[in-house]
């Protein structure tokens, strides 16, 4: 839970609590079956907030959508990783010169093709 979420919480539970108290005791008489309530929707509400206040924050699950996109990037990735993989090392040359080509792209010294901003980021 967020702690936005816990603070919301906390503060309805006691805002709950004042509420039955003043059910319980406003224009009436002090007996002992209000006084149990009470003393019982106290111990409730300090409880709840002690343990409120000391849960852990729990981890946001991915949606769908992030799933089903890092599934889509993994598949557009596997289908290049295929392509690259059954080209000949003549193929590959024309690729990485063509790509060098391009004003935009950079090969590096290990052969890697690299953007620009990449290339620029790692003389820096």
């Known amino acids: ?5 816990k603070a919301l919480s906390i ?14 005791f406003i224009g009436r008489d002090v007996t002992l079956g209000p006084g149990i309530l009470a ?15 000391q849960s852990g924050t729990a981890k946001e699950t991915p949606t769908q959508n992030d799933r089903d996109a ?6 557009a990735s596997a289908r290049v990783d295929k392509l690259l993989s059954g080209l000949s090392e003549d193929d590959l040359i024309t690729l990485r010169r063509r790509l060098a080509d ?5 090969i590096s010294d290990d052969g890697e093709v690299v953007t620009l901003e990449q290339a620029l980021r790692g003389r820096q």
């Not at 003393?39 to 206040?53: D, H, Q, S, W």
């Not at 391009?102 to 950079?106: E, F, G, I, K």
Request: charged share 20%; no cysteine.
């Open 11 to 24: 503060i309805a539970m006691w805002f709950a609590v004042f509420a039955i108290m003043a059910i319980l």
């Open 39 to 53: 003393f019982m929707t106290i111990v409730g509400a300090i409880g709840g907030t002690i343990e409120l206040a």
């Open 1 to 5: 839970m967020k702690s936005e979420h």
């Open 70 to 75: 890092e599934k889509a990037k993994n598949r």
């Open 102 to 106: 391009d004003d935009s792209v950079r």
